[in-house]
């Protein structure tokens, strides 16, 4: 499972019976004695051993999933020209984002945006000087994934005592 770094994941216990107490190791020095904790990765980039070990009136049993945790996506704009307009040497430029989903920002040079939901979004760039008859235009595509979701799950069903196993 993938996880980004800084983003909180919620975790759920899905032991059965429905255990009386639980002790979540993260791997990376965390602990939570909640039924369905929710933590947060810091490093990118890394792989996390995260065990759960669930106590019921049968007994202790713990079961382990990998997370890893991937690089935060990184986006960019580039000019493919310089502005070439009459008042050169002090150019006064403005700027318009439009997110392709129908927010605009004109105060951030380098904004921060929040998409609502996943698919391809055009984003473009207008930088104008003086007035918006002299602009530069760029326009690039961006594709917005759906969140990630974590799950455990028991596949065999009933009371399982010792020696039984948990699937």
């Not at 998409?115 to 104008?128: D, H, N, Q, R």
Request: net charge negative; hydrophobic share 35%.
């Amino acid at each position: 499972d993938l996880a980004c770094p800084g983003e909180e994941v919620t975790f759920k216990d899905a032991s059965v019976p429905t255990p009386d107490r639980w002790v979540w190791t993260f791997g990376d020095g965390s602990v939570s004695s909640e039924a369905n904790p929710k933590h947060t990765f810091a490093e990118a980039n890394k792989e996390y051993t995260v065990l759960l070990t669930a106590y019921t009136a049968c007994g202790t049993d713990t079961m382990s999933k990998i997370i890893k945790t991937t690089s935060s996506p990184v986006a960019g704009f580039d000019f493919s020209s310089q502005f070439s307009c009459e008042n050169a040497e002090d150019p006064q430029l403005g700027f318009l984002w439009d997110f392709g989903d129908g927010s605009i920002d004109s105060v951030n040079f380098s904004p921060r945006h929040a998409y609502a939901s996943e698919g391809v979004k055009e984003v473009t760039l207008m930088v104008y000087a003086g007035s918006k008859a002299c602009n530069n235009t760029l326009k690039k595509p961006i594709r917005i994934n759906p969140q990630l979701s974590i799950d455990f799950e028991v596949t065999n069903q009933g009371t399982i005592c010792a020696p039984g196993p948990v699937i």
